[in-house]
Each structure stands twice: as C-alpha cells, then as structure tokens.
C-alpha cells in the first residue's frame, strides 16, 4: 500500500519569512495530492490540493510542487502569519474503483514567532 | 463552522462501558467516514459509507461498529475499548468518493479509555 512520509515534525519560523513543508510518497500510481491545516480543536481543512497531471499550484501565499519522478511534493507558505500557526498535513491517494483512500503524511507542527 | 457536527466533543469512559459516537453532515454529501488521529501517528481512515452502503473497513477490531441509518448521519458504536483505543475520533464526508472529492472534517471527538 501507500506509504507517506512527511518533514519536519516541528517548524518554527519567524513571521514574514516562508516555511517548506516536505512529503515523500511510495506508490508511483498516487494521482492526488491535497494538503490539510488542522487548527487547535478543530478537524483538518483542506487548503490546497494538486494532482499528478501538473507541477506546481499556487493559491495566494499557498504553493504545492509536485516531482513525480522523485515521488516528493511540498508545501510553500510565503509571508507567514500568526494565524498560520497549526498542524499541517500532506495526504497521497489512488483512485481505485471509485473508492477514496488518503494515505496521510504524520503531520508537521508549525509555529510562527511574532 | 464545516457543516460537519460530532457529538460528544469529550468522552472518557471505562473499559467495560459502551457508549456511541455521533456525526452529522448538513451539506448534502453522499459519504462519510470514520478517522482516527492518535498522537504522532498519521490519520487512520477506519470506515467508509457511501449511500448507506459500508464501502471500507480497515481492518477495525469489532469492539468499533459503524452504523450509518441515512446519508446524513453517522455514528461509531463503541464497546468494550482498551485503553490503546484514546484518540481523536473524526468524522467527515464528501459529495461523493472519489479522488479529488474535498473531505469535510467535525471538530473530532476526544475519547479517553480508563
């Protein structure tokens, strides 16, 4: 099956300065690729999503590139603010026969500084 | 507010007790599922229902048994818990199952095993 894995664990940056979040995946057939936001007390929120047909996808201050050779897709947050403080997770999934499976990355910390 | 609603947002019960979780989903989606999130672990998909219909069961110990009575409601009955079984219990659903289908998180319910 799928096996993701996901860097760093924790990440503190300054406000004003990008983070990078990482994610490796194993199934070379992984066509979907969204990445979650899991505020404190609240169940995860998708922000941004890419799929294996294109490289990079930006929304606002959000980016995901996608190295399907590499099998290894980030996340860019640029001009970080406190509220991006969260839990950020990547997830890998197949489509197989209609059924939705995402393989979630174990999710990485991220703290801005004010 | 994700228009997923679980009830209880806490839970500690006793390993001999049995007691059931509760989602519900005011956007009209046609599946739902079951995650758990357990500390420095990746989400765990547990159940899938599409239409009413069970589509997934990973490999869940049967001390967990979802009943989906219609495509708006779900719960995880639970009995009989050991105390590995503390974690975030998260429900969600989508319009469909599907790759790409945008996943729709509660809040989770915090279970305590004791």
């Known amino acids: 099956g799928e096996n993701v894995e996901q860097h760093p664990s924790t990440l503190s940056v300054q406000e004003g300065d990008s983070a990078v979040i990482k994610c490796t995946y194993s199934d070379s057939a992984s066509n979907y690729f969204p990445w979650y936001k899991q505020e404190l007390g609240k169940g995860p929120q998708l922000i941004i999503d890419i799929r294996s047909n294109v490289g990079e996808k930006k929304d606002q201050r959000i980016a995901v590139t996608l190295n399907k050779t590499a099998k290894h897709f980030s996340l860019h947050i640029t001009e970080t603010q406190p509220e991006d403080s969260a839990v950020y997770f990547c997830a890998a999934t197949l489509s197989n026969f209609g059924n939705e499976k995402l393989t979630f990355g174990t999710g990485t910390r991220l703290t801005i500084i004010p | 507010e994700t228009g997923v609603t679980q009830t209880p947002r806490h839970l500690v019960m006793g390993m001999t007790n049995k007691k059931s979780l509760k989602c519900e989903q005011h956007?009209?989606?046609?599946?739902m599922y079951w995650y758990k999130q357990s500390a420095k672990k990746p989400l765990e998909l547990m159940f899938v229902?599409?239409?009413?219909?069970?589509?997934e069961n990973n490999s869940v110990p049967s001390r967990f048994s979802p009943e989906c009575p219609n495509s708006s409601h779900l719960f995880l009955h639970l009995h009989t818990l050991q105390p590995e079984d503390s974690a975030l219990y998260l429900c969600?659903?989508?319009?469909?199952?599907?790759?790409?289908?945008?996943?729709?998180f509660g809040q989770g319910t915090r279970l305590t095993v004791v």
């Open positions: 956007l009209g989606h046609n599946a």
């Open positions: 229902y599409s239409l009413e219909e069970r589509v």
């Open positions: 969600a659903s989508s319009q469909v199952i599907g790759v790409g289908t945008e996943a729709f």
